[in-house]
Nanobody, 132 residues
């Protein structure tokens, strides 16, 4: 069964840190660029970060640049998102996603088939709540 599973979310205080994991099963993650997206209550889903496949090029949205770090461990078929200096505005459900047509560059991500919401593989998400 082909799937992505996120974990690591929870309640964290402002200024705190959390590390999210995205584990793939049923396919090898090596050949795919991976994106992290988030959706806050009442807001549209937004792209947070991505990492390329072969060159591991990374991209961060302006809202998380300098605070979040994306990495991958192909041996573990996993991608991670280290989130530091968290703010209440970071509260959201975080999703990882990929597709053969999803590309990551230092200037941003590109999905050549249209809207990212239609990408083939999405996890179910993990909730991060930043609150005191």
């Amino acid at each position: 069964q082909v799937q992505l599973v996120e974990s690591g979310g929870g309640l964290v205080q402002p200024g705190g840190s959390v590390r999210l994991s995205c584990v793939a099963s049923g396919f090898a993650l090596d050949y795919y660029a991976i994106g992290w997206f988030r959706q806050a209550p009442g807001k549209e889903r937004e792209g947070v970060s991505c990492i390329g496949s072969s060159d591991a090029r990374t991209y961060y949205s302006d809202s998380v640049k300098g605070r979040f770090t994306i990495s991958r461990d192909n041996a573990k078929n996993s991608v991670y998102l280290q989130m530091n200096s968290l703010k209440p505005d970071d509260t959201a459900v975080y999703y990882c996603a990929t597709d053969v047509a999803f590309l990551c560059a230092s200037s941003g991500y590109v999905y050549t088939k249209g809207a990212v919401s239609s990408m083939d593989f999405w996890g179910k998400g993990t909730l991060v709540t930043v609150s005191s």
